[in-house]
Structure formats: C-alpha cells, structure tokens
C-alpha cells in the first residue's frame, strides 16, 4: 500500500518529518537535547545525519513505520537523502546525507519547494496533465479575523506601509503611535492595510486583537480554537488567571507553521496585554496601535495627511456627485485646513457632503465655523455603520481627555486659547506666575506630550493640531 502513494496522507507525513529536522537543525525545538541526533553540516545546505528510527519518531510524532516509509520517500522519490548505511535492511540505526534546496535557516522557503517538488514529480508520475491539477489546486488558506475596512478609497500611506515592514525585518514589535496624537488619524486603518496587504507573508496567520475589551488572552484562544483547530487542555490549573495564560501558551506553541502577526489594536496599558504576548522569536510579529507612548518599542510615527492626499480622500467620497470639489476648490482646501487633514474628519465630511447633494462646500465651511465641534457634521451617523472609525471627531478625541487629570485639562485649555500657531514656552510659563513650572513641564510632557495631544515643535516651541484646539476651546466651556 503505502510504499506507491504519493497522496496527500503519505505526503503530510514527510512534510512533517522534514520539518521537525529542520526545526532541530534551527534550534527551535524545546528541550533538544533529549533527541540523540547528530547533525554534521558539510555546507548550509547539505547535512550527515546519524541517529536511529526512534529518535526521529519522537521527534517528528509519526510511528517508526511511518518514519521508514518517509525516509525512503525523501531518497526514493523526491532524491534529497542518500542513504549511507552499510546494512540497509530492517536496520534502526540511520546514517544519511541530506541535501536541501536552501540554507538551512530558509526553513519556510525550503517546506516551499518541498511542496512544489512533491507535486511536480507526483504529476509527472501519473501523467496528470498540468492544467487539469491546476485547475484543482485549493485556495491557500488564511488563518485571519482581519475586520472590514470602510474606506472607499485608502489614500497615501505609501511609505508608512513600506517603513512598517521593514520595521519587522528588524523588530518583533512595532507600534503605530500618532505624531499629533488623538484618535482618528488613521492607526488603525494603516494596520489594516497592512495586514491585508501581508497574507502571504504571515502565512501562520494574523489574528486581531482588541485591547480595549481587555480580554486579549481569552481573544487568542479563541481564535486559536476557530480558526486553528487548536483545542487548549482546559484543566490546567486551578486559578483561571493562570490556567489563561497557560492556555494561551499552549496556543503559542501549537501555532500553524510559518510567521505570525498579531495586531493590538488600541492599546492604553502596555503592562496589561505583555503576558499575553508571544516571547521574542523571530516568527511572531505584534503590530499595536496606541495613542499613548511606550518607551523600549519600535515606533511608527503617523502623521495627518498631506493637504493633496486630504484632497484625494474626499474626492474619492464624492465620486457620485463629480465635479463638486473642482468646481469650490479653493474653499474645499480651506476645509481641509480647518479640519487639520485629520482622516476621520475628511471622512466624515465627505461622507455627509455627498448625503446632501445640495451642500456647498463654502456653506459646509461656514457651518463649521460658526458650530465647530458640535456641527453635525463631525459626528458620525447612523447611516455610516460601515467606516472603519467607531464614531465622530469628539468621541475620537473624548478618549484621551477621559485619561487627564483635572490640572492636564486644565493647561491644554490654556494653550487652546493662543493663537493657532506654534507657541513659546516662556509665554505660557508668563501666563501662569503662581504655578510651578516644574509641575506644568510634567504635565506638559508626561500627559499631553506623552497622549500626543501636544506637538514639539522646537527648542521651547510647541503646538496643539488646528482640530485639538478646538477640542480644548470646546471643553474650556464645561470646567471650573
Ligand atoms: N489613508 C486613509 N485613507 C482613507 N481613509 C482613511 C485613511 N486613514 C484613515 N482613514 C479613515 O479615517 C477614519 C479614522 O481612522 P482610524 O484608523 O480609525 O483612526 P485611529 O485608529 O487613529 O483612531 C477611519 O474611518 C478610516 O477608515
Ligand atoms: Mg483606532
């Protein structure tokens, strides 16, 4: 039976044996030293290998038969073992040559070519015509819970996206924190595209997490359970805190083959998510959006958009009725001034400019002057469920001034009633003679530099984005 198959069965067995080797070769097997197995590399492709049938059936969770039949297909059919033992017969001991397509850290690339080999020589063995096994070749599978985009149209971004991954290439962590702060600038929606964009790459699958919930470790088993079959031993201990973080563990470890990227998205308290992080391995990516700064973590600086690409955004909202920005240019780019080409606003604007096809954008503008935060614009609508923002301009923002303290607020009220312009610190120290300044530069860099609600601009020179001085101006109306 077994010794002529080549199907699916026979072949996920060689797979797997070929890729505990290769795992034991990288080191990424716990414990390893309980495996008697002695690796002799003659170039980064090509290993002698000396052990016995048992040891590779630990190791590789097949039975000795199964381990056999693998080894004979490994030199039989897909010719990369050359046995080199003297009585090859019913032997236990093996004695073999390896040779593999790649360096032997490619471990990914080499199970790659290990599959298109497989199938190539089974075609040609059974005369399968090529298209016809084409033409039945599954899908890939993607193991993922990426939520919906809203977008329209994702616009710019260009190098944020390529500085991302490359980022990778150097980190295990990466946190896309805003320049000038506040919610609505797009963190999310630049993690999305990215993990949309990077299916093939995390082939072991991405898994969204939200940290707002606080949950992230009863988020990872379950999606462990649905989307990886994985099925965590649920009497681990006794104390549920701990039997979670076992089990998530447990997930860690059992992971489908290849890299993984898990997406934080919201987080506030690094402290609370990090046990539930995978440890530092090559293979595990976490991608955090944040509104706050964490020091020790790679950081992926957002900005609002360029006053072009603010232009794009509503354009793309306003497909329907063509012609209408064109025809107000000059007030559309104000618009845009006013609302600090903050994505979320761009996109609430244009997405109740085209609800009213009468709106002209000069009268959208004065409307927003004359009600700022509370134009009905900003927030977001019923009929909008579809965007990717959780809600309007001041409920993005009422996020990071639920996290100040009275005296916080208290000083970016302050600043919001300069000038829209960069400020000098002196001037602000000038306003407050009673206060100690050694109290206002901690509030100013501990909470509003730290929440990004404030921007440095320079030596002593610091600026609230044009949308947050609203905010502030809005809120000073409501505090003692
Ligand atoms: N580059 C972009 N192109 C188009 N829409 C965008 C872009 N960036 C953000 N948006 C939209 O703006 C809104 C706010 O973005 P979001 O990612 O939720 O902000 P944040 O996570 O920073 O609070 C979302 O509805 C999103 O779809
Ligand atoms: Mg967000």
Not at 73 to 85: M, P, Y
Not at 191 to 202: D, I, V
Not at 332 to 353: D, H, I, S
Request: glycine letters at 6%.
């Amino acid at each position: 039976m077994a010794r002529d198959s080549y199907g699916d069965i026979v072949k996920a067995r060689v797979r797997q044996l070929l890729e505990r080797l290769l795992a034991y070769a990288n080191d990424e097997i716990e414990n390893s030293k309980r495996f008697k197995i002695a690796l002799n590399w003659e170039t980064s492709k090509q290993v002698i290998v000396r052990t016995q049938l048992r040891v590779l059936a630990e190791l590789s969770d097949l039975d000795k038969e199964e381990v056999r039949e693998a080894l004979n297909k490994l030199k039989g059919f897909l010719s990369i073992l050359e046995d080199l033992r003297e009585h090859e017969r019913g032997s236990e001991n093996w004695h073999f040559k390896l040779t593999l397509w790649c360096d032997k850290g490619d471990k990914e690339e080499n199970l790659k070519k290990f599959d298109e080999e497989w199938q190539r020589r089974r075609e040609k063995l059974s005369g399968v015509q090529r298209a016809e096994a084409r033409k039945a070749k599954p899908k890939p599978t993607f193991y993922e819970n990426i939520p919906l985009s809203g977008v329209v149209e994702f616009v710019g971004r260009e190098v944020e996206l390529q500085n991302l991954h490359q980022m990778f290439q150097k980190n295990n962590q990466v946190a896309i924190a805003a320049i000038a702060g506040m919610g609505g600038l797009g963190k999310t929606e630049l993690a999305l595209q990215y993990a949309k964009a990077h299916r093939e790459t995390y082939k072991g699958g991405i898994c969204w997490l939200l940290a707002k919930t606080g949950d992230v470790g009863i988020q990872i088993v379950q999606f462990a359970r649905t989307q990886l079959d994985l099925n965590p031993p649920e009497n681990l201990t006794e104390d549920s805190n701990q039997k979670l973080l076992a089990q998530v563990q447990y997930c860690f470890r059992h992971w489908r083959e290849g890299d993984v990227l898990l997406v934080v998205d919201d987080v506030s308290d690094y402290e609370q998510v990090k046990p539930y992080l995978p440890s530092p391995s090559s293979r595990f990516k976490v991608l955090i959006t944040t509104r706050h700064y964490f020091g020790g973590i790679a950081q992926l600086s957002l900005d609002v958009l360029q006053p072009e690409r603010a232009l794009e955004l509503l354009k793309s909202l306003l497909k329907e009725t063509p012609g209408r920005i064109e025809k107000e240019l000059a007030v559309t780019n104000q618009l845009c001034e006013w609302l600090g080409y903050l994505p979320l606003g761009l996109e609430l604007m244009g997405r109740y400019l085209a609800r009213k096809r009468d709106l002209s954008v000069t009268e959208m503008l004065r409307r927003l002057k004359e009600k700022r935060l509370d134009e009905c614009s900003l927030s977001k609508s019923k009929s909008e469920g579809n965007m990717t923002a959780q809600g309007g301009v001041l409920a993005a923002f009422e996020l990071s001034w639920q996290e100040l303290e009275n005296d916080d607020k208290q000083l970016g009220c302050l600043l919001s009633l300069f000038a829209a312009a960069p400020i000098s610190w002196k001037l602000v120290e000038q306003c407050l003679p009673e206060e100690d300044k050694e109290e206002i530069e901690e509030i100013r860099d501990d909470k509003l530099l730290n929440l990004y609600l404030l921007q440095r601009k320079g030596e002593g020179i610091y600026q609230l984005h044009q949308l947050l001085r609203e905010f502030f101006q809005y809120k000073l109306t409501g505090l003692d």
